[in-house]
């Protein structure tokens, strides 16, 4: 949200109370300098409370001393003095006496040059004054504003919530910009491909013509803005001219700058001889169809050439640009989903990019300098021998970022080491360098992609953000001259099939991490061929069929790791954690010995792709080392995550015992059984709306006693009325006087006679009945297969035998207040929404695994009495809202207009944590580690 007025006079309020019961410079600078600016941060500028810790840094260590606030993504530090203390005293520091102001400015100067802040502050708490370093004298404009002026002069710290000068935002924009001159460039060159359109061979053959020829113009677009061609705008200005030329000029450089200098033709034209060898694999197919050029297509590339710079392209999001230009149904087929920078470094983040940034950031703090460069060195020679694998590698995104995130370290650790060789800190462009100071290289980097498109776009991608960081350090390491071209080949990027391929082979024994997004299929959505891959993944298990086609990269992955301390992190369709696939995916895992390190729940996937992909993710990272664990919680699938430490985390993503809810057919308490409603199978015959019903009668009155109420889902929980003609008992002699009857009857046989499934070929023969037909003769409880996750109970009921429902909904008879009391509580709706399926995000409630393995509890009669009686105060709360639906009593922004309601529900959660002897008061992680603890010492797992 953006900084409040409004919200800063209320900061302004909590502090003048605070800070006015303190003495001058009595209070503990430390503890409220984070307290004080967190509060300001989040409350007042708006930075989202879950990425406070990656946003600001507090205490960060230079040389031995503690910068007090320090937010690197905007160049910004504070110096922060007690409450009361002049900001124009000097004190003792560093064997001297220094101004607040002069503090702020030693820190800036020591930090390494990539982080100089353009804006230092100081503030005792009252008084905020700021410095502009990009002014010749900061100290002659200063800006400064007390505590009580702060809501009129938010404008001066607009600067911390800017997204101009945000990485990530920045990339955004050139990805935008860079996808509309691709894209246009891509339909300028489809429309000359004679047979693109077709199903064959030929098609086949032209779209993957058309996928290698933009991708060698895009990178001849980049090379020419990189300075890595002959002279700016070198490949624009050889296009230029007549466009029915430049087929023939386009075949003509592709040839040329495959061959080595060498071995060119000597007397080929200055145009093509000046243009250097590239090498590296990208030219070197000369089978591919180029097809004869245009205009438009000419316009294209000029006003690529000429009207956008390339260079600071994201190599990640050349990958997503180029896998936008894949054919819409092959990436449906392989299941392919560009995946977002900040999905990426949810990621990589946790694996292993914290920790490398805690690590440089001691380094860095250490007091004596060769403390420094002791811990610098161990540093660089860490990330020089970290490699990383992604055997769904795609267009590359995972790896560019790896590679990108360790070199800026890398950069860093150069940086740090050269300031602590001349001892001047930012003035490393005064040194000239003689040897190469990078270690960290692509030959750290292994992938495996099926497309062979993608491999060649993920290796452009790869090469592109190894030029861009190279070029970093020449900045840093002013005269380390660095030959970019010709590209080397990147064969440890591995074309096959990554469930075919023997990953030993591809990947080295001693791979520090595997990340990557495999393929996002379900089981219903996998072809033949992928359904016969997961199977031998899983030596043909029981119930493998019915695992998500990403799942078989997890147990690729377990089997690599065995004997080895690689650690793995994949986005995954949130289905592998959640309902029937947990127990068939993660126990043979555990049984492995594989132990989840930390884990995104579910988040509905963001990406910068076109069509982006509407699905919902977790992120499991996981190993074969038992240690710390960590949870980054999402409320809901659109809310930012919030960061947990826990000391467990079993395959459901809970901080519950490592135990697994199999499908089980009868219930493992003592309840009534559960099953489902009826199936008519009748191509829509029995089944009336309000209106329908009405005109069917006023033809044939006497079918009225035929009629029955029917409930699905969403007639049961939206209060939709629909009926249903249900004739299973009427007898001959019943039907010869209901013409229209007799008419449904023979629609239904009929219906059913056209099918080619046995079942329903058999139910022909009963056409008065529904095909599937379950019809309790008792009252019983009903609940919806599938409700909304924004619910935090799913609206349960009763109905009487004369309500028949459908197949949407489950039915428990002969139920009772009791059991009706325990399934609409929270304990009861914690353990579902932890074990249920999910249809995209909303709750798939079930039978086998929901309810038959739910532990119920052993209460009291006196106990058992007090849930009944609660239970019936939600059932009265509801019926005294007249007008209103369950899904209106249940959606969680009308609570409170629902007060008596929502009372008697906590009245309820409260009298079945007494039946079950705890008292959580509604703590749902307790309730839930507390019903796995029930659940495996009933199935004899604990």
Not at 565 to 587: D, F, M, P, Y
Request: net charge negative; proline share 4%; hydrophobic share 35%.
């Amino acid at each position: 949200m953006p900084a409040s007025k409004k919200e800063a006079k209320e900061f302004v309020k909590r502090w003048k109370k605070r800070l006015g019961a303190i003495p001058a410079g009595s209070n503990n600078e430390q503890q409220d300098t984070q307290k004080f600016w967190v509060d300001l941060l989040i409350n007042v500028l708006g930075i989202p409370s879950n990425t406070i810790d990656s946003f600001v840094d507090f205490e960060r260590k230079v040389r031995g001393r503690r910068i007090d606030v320090f937010v690197s993504d905007h160049n910004f530090l504070c110096e922060q003095k007690s409450w009361g203390i002049d900001l124009d005293k000097p004190e003792p520091r560093n064997g001297g006496m220094e101004t607040p102001l002069q503090q702020a400015m030693w820190y800036a100067r020591h930090l390494p040059y990539s982080e100089r802040p353009r804006w230092v502050m100081t503030c005792n708490f009252g008084t905020f004054r700021l410095y502009d370093l990009d002014n010749e004298r900061p100290e002659d404009t200063v800006q400064e504003f007390s505590l009580e002026e702060l809501p009129d002069s938010l404008y001066l710290l607009s600067f911390l919530t800017s997204n101009e000068t945000s990485r990530l935002h920045k990339e955004q924009q050139l990805s935008i910009e860079a996808g509309a001159y691709v894209s246009r460039l891509y339909d300028a060159l489809a429309k000359q491909y004679h047979h693109i359109e077709e199903k064959d061979e030929r098609a086949q053959e032209e779209q993957r013509s058309l996928n290698v020829l933009i991708t060698r113009i895009i990178f001849l677009l980049y090379a020419e803005d990189a300075d890595l061609l002959q002279s700016h705008q070198a490949f624009g200005r050889y296009c230029e001219g007549d466009p029915a030329k430049l087929h023939r000029k386009l075949v003509d450089l592709f040839e040329a700058i495959d061959t080595p200098l060498d071995k060119r033709d000597e007397y080929m034209d200055e145009d093509l001889a000046a243009f250097p060898y590239v090498n590296g694999g990208l030219f070197a197919d000369s089978s591919i169809i180029v097809p004869q050029m245009t205009p438009e297509i000419l316009e294209a590339i000029t006003d690529a050439s000429q009207d956008f710079d390339w260079r600071e392209i994201s190599g990640v999001i050349f990958g997503g640009v180029f896998e936008g230009t894949l054919n819409p149904e092959t990436r449906h087929a392989g299941g392919m989903h560009y995946t977002s920078v900040e999905n990426i470094e949810r990621c990589l983040r946790p694996l292993f990019l914290d920790e490398l940034w805690d690590e440089l950031h001691e380094a860095e703090g250490e007091r004596t300098a060769a403390k420094r460069k002791q811990a610098l060195a161990r540093l660089h020679d860490k990330v020089a021998s970290i490699t990383i694998g992604d055997p769904a590698c795609g267009s590359g995104n995972f790896l560019t970022e790896a590679y990108r995130q360790l070199r800026t370290i890398e950069n860093r650790i150069i940086e740090d080491e050269l300031s602590e060789e001349t001892g001047n800190a930012g003035q490393t462009s005064l040194v000239i360098a003689q040897d190469s100071p990078v270690r960290v290289s692509l030959d750290q980097l292994y992938g495996i992609e099926i497309n062979d498109f993608a491999v060649s776009v993920a290796k452009t991608a790869l090469w592109i953000t190894e030029e861009q960081m190279l070029r970093k350090t020449q900045e840093i390491y002013v005269g380390y001259d660095f030959d970019f071209l010709p590209l080397r080949s990147l064969s440890n990027l591995h074309e096959g099939n990554a469930l075919k391929t023997d990953w030993s082979e591809v990947f080295p024994d001693d791979l520090t991490y595997l990340v990557g997004n495999p393929p996002f299929l379900g089981a219903r959505n996998q072809s033949k061929e992928q359904k016969a891959e997961l199977l031998e993944v899983f030596d043909g298990a029981k119930n493998a069929g019915n695992i998500d086609y990403c799942g078989a990269w997890y147990m690729k992955a377990a089997r690599f790791t065995q004997g080895k301390r690689t650690r793995c992190a994949l986005v995954s369709t949130n289905s592998i954690c959640q309902g029937e696939q947990v127990a068939n995916l993660w126990k043979p895992l555990h049984d492995m010995g594989i132990h989840i390190d930390f884990a995104h729940n579910t988040f509905r996937w963001d990406n910068e792709a076109a069509d982006k992909a509407h699905v919902f993710c977790v992120i499991v990272g996981f190993s074969r080392e038992a240690g710390n664990k960590t949870l980054f919680y999402h409320a809901t699938p659109d809310s930012d995550e919030d960061r947990i430490a826990v000391p467990r985390l079993n395959a459901y993503l809970k901080n519950a015992p490592d135990a697994f809810i199999w499908n089980r057919s009868k219930p493992l308490s003592d309840v009534p059984a559960i099953g489902i409603g009826s199936q008519p199978i009748d191509g829509g015959n029995y089944l009336f709306t309000p209106e329908e019903k009405a005109a069917f009668l006023s033809k044939e009155p006497a079918a009225e006693k035929y009629f029955h109420k029917w409930l699905g889902s969403q007639e049961f929980i939206r209060g939709i009325e629909r009926w249903c003609l249900w004739l299973g008992e009427a007898s001959w002699a019943d039907l010869k006087g209901l013409p229209c009857c007799r008419e449904r009857i023979e629609n239904v046989r009929n219906y059913r006679l056209s099918s080619s499934r046995k079942q329903t070929l058999k139910a022909a023969e009963r056409p008065n009945h529904f095909g599937t037909e379950i019809i309790p003769n008792s009252t019983a409880i009903i609940v919806p297969k599938v409700s909304s996750e924004r619910r935090r109970y799913i609206p349960m009921g009763f109905v009487g035998s004369e309500t028949l429902c459908s197949d949407l909904v489950f039915l428990i008879p002969n139920a009772t207040l009791y059991h009706f009391g325990v399934l609409q509580s929270q304990l009861h709706n914690a353990w579902m929404r932890t074990v249920a399926g999910r249809l995209k995000s909303d709750y798939r409630y079930s039978g086998g695994i929901v309810y038959n393995n739910f532990v119920w509890p052993e209460p009291s009669e006196e106990q058992r009495n007090e849930v009944e009686r609660c239970a019936q105060a939600v059932l009265d709360a509801r019926d005294a809202q007249e007008g209103a639906t369950l899904a209106d009593m249940y959606d969680p922004k009308n609570e409170t207009f629902f007060p008596e309601l929502m009372a008697a529900h906590k009245a309820l959660d409260a009298a079945v944590e007494a039946a079950y002897g705890v008292d959580f008061g509604g703590d749902e992680e307790k309730i839930v580690a507390h019903l796995f603890n029930l659940y495996a010492e009933k199935v004899g797992e604990l």
